[in-house]
């Protein structure tokens, strides 16, 4: 008996590695081998049912089928058109999660946004990457660092459990979404000095400048 569980085992496991070959490297491969996967499926189906009513039985109701078929074809290229679109949407968002803030709280004269970069930071609020980069001036008389701390806080503020804490892959993440956001004073930001600034950012935050930048940041959010 061992042995004969032994070998069932051994060609249950080949024949389930080949069907998992077909339906993952064949079938799932694109929406079109999907489809007719499984509007075969369904014909194998129809045809089955003959064997228990007849084959008389499908030539009588053929219109039903045909109707039947003709609907099941219709949800599943919806249903992989759908899916095709959220493919699409989803290289569209960034990947932090954003604090729900109504557009009309925010103080956007405080950050100093023409109508067009306006319209791209509600983009980032609401969860989708900027079509153009945004010029960020605010912080100037302090120099480029305070431009950059005050980004820094300004995400922290609006990034869902806040940016201080993000390491590796998702604080690479981070500067790549200012990177390709915003401009400072219409130059591009440096990846170097923004691992620089925001190292820096990070051990002042009890300094006097560093809470007077979250108060003003806070208000700009419409939070106080």
């Not at 051994?10 to 069907?19: C, F, N």
């Not at 919806?78 to 925010?106: C, D, M, N």
């Not at 950050?111 to 100037?140: A, C, P, W, Y």
Request: hydrophobic letters at 45%; proline letters at 1%; zero cysteines.
């Amino acid at each position: 008996m061992e042995k004969f569980i032994l070998n069932a085992g051994k060609v249950l496991a080949r024949w389930r590695s080949g069907i998992n070959y077909f339906l993952e490297e064949k079938v799932q491969r694109s929406s079109t081998n999907l489809i007719l996967f499984l509007l075969s499926t369904f014909v194998v189906f129809i045809l089955s049912f003959s064997l228990f009513f007849g084959v008389r039985s499908i030539i009588d109701n053929y219109v039903i089928f045909l109707i039947l078929f003709s609907i099941m074809l219709l949800i599943l290229i919806w249903v992989a058109i759908f899916y095709e679109s959220e493919k699409h949407l989803e290289t569209g968002r960034h990947p932090f999660q954003i604090v729900s803030i109504k557009k009309f709280q925010v103080r956007f004269e405080l950050l100093h946004l023409d109508k067009e970069s306006k319209e791209q930071f509600l983009r980032l609020m609401k969860g989708l990457r900027v079509r153009k980069k945004i010029n960020f001036t605010i912080g100037n008389k302090s120099g480029d660092s305070a431009n950059h701390r005050i980004l820094f806080v300004l995400f922290d503020e609006l990034v869902v459990g806040g940016i201080q804490d993000l390491t590796g892959e998702r604080k690479r993440s981070f500067f790549n979404l200012l990177m390709d956001s915003f401009l400072m004073n219409n130059e591009p930001l440096k990846e170097n000095t923004l691992k620089t600034s925001f190292s820096t950012w990070k051990n002042d935050q009890e300094k006097i400048n560093s809470r007077n930048q979250r108060k003003f940041i806070r208000q700009l959010l419409g939070k106080e």
